[in-house]
């Protein structure tokens, strides 16, 4: 379903900002939006006009409340909540805090996400549409994090390979890298029963095609998927390593660099994402939404 069939009519005044593509593969800076305050549906459709044409938004000095991120986020569709419940805002369980810092000991959210290339939630079902996150603490170094575009991705893969992977389905798994992050000294909480039950292995097409703009795209990442189905493994493991190492080729990169109060809203459908960390003495604390998408085809 279209964000514009999901999204509420609001009667408010038209804001004036500006849209600035980035000089980069995808993705542009929104100058001059208010979050804060109603967003009427002619800006409403221009924001998502924009975000299916660039991929990736870069809204700029959002001093917003928990709720106001909510809201917005939920204008293009429902949100999905992420299965580790001890890194949720309290009392808006709709907020996945993404953080190194610890309270009392205890983290308050979840450290490290995002070391390895990944679409988020494409080990569910139905995947993520977009990811809105939100900055609350910066580091004052590192902490970037880098998008690829995936319809480039396709677009630039060998005749050959891309005939290959025509109908191709691929598994995707939550728990694909634990043992390899834990390895790696990323700290990943063991799941319960019940958490284990909610992220069972999901089969996607490799290839997709983006529900709202047509465009092809490739929807494998190092993060969750396992393996392709129907060929043997030796050879799935040979196609994954290659297509892992093409889809994040610097072409098809931009790099945010952020800056206090931006909120980034990327699209789950076309792009993946890698946070590059930062030194672990620096505080960083994210708030992200994910809104859900559509059965990938
Ligand atoms: C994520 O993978 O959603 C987190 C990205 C980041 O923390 O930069």
Redesign the pocket.
């Known amino acids: 379903m279209s964000a514009l069939a999901t999204s509420r009519l609001v009667d408010a005044p038209s804001q004036s900002f500006e849209i600035k593509p980035f000089d980069a593969p995808l993705g542009a800076e929104i100058i001059g939006l208010d979050l804060s305050q109603p967003l009427n549906d002619d800006d409403f459709t221009r924001i998502h006009r924009a975000h299916l044409d660039h991929g990736l938004l870069v809204f700029r000095d959002q001093r917003i409340t928990p709720q106001q991120q909510i809201d917005f986020s939920r204008r293009f569709g429902p949100l999905q909540i992420h299965v580790l419940k001890q890194f949720l805002l309290a009392n808006h369980p709709e907020i996945f805090i ?1 953080s190194n810092v610890k309270e009392n000991g205890q983290p308050i959210g979840l450290a490290d ?2 070391k390895f290339w ?1 679409s ?1 939630l494409s080990y569910k079902e139905i995947p993520s549409l977009g ?1 809105m ?1 939100l900055a609350q603490e910066l580091p004052e170094e590192g ?3 880098l998008f690829a575009s995936q319809q480039l991705a396709y677009e630039t893969l060998p005749a050959e390979l891309r005939q290959a992977l025509e109908g191709k389905r691929a598994a995707h798994s939550y728990t694909a890298r634990y043992a390899d992050e834990v390895i790696a000294g990323v700290i990943r909480p063991t799941l319960t029963e019940a958490q284990l039950a909610e992220v069972k292995a999901v089969v996607h097409p490799v290839l997709r095609t983006h529900p709202e703009t047509g465009r092809k795209g490739l929807f494998v990442n190092e993060n969750f998927t396992t393996h392709i189905l129907d060929i043997p493994e030796v050879e799935s493991r040979q196609i994954l390593a290659e297509l892992f190492a093409h889809s994040a080729r610097p072409e098809f990169i931009y790099r945010h660099q952020w800056q206090p109060h931006d909120m980034v809203f990327w699209d789950n459908r076309a792009l993946i ?4 960390g930062c030194p672990t003495h620096l505080r ?1 604390r ?1 708030h ?1 939404t994910t809104i859900q998408g559509d059965v990938p085809f």
């Open positions: 993404i996400a995002g990944h988020d990811s996150l902490g970037d994090t994402h890698l946070a590059t960083r994210m992200r």
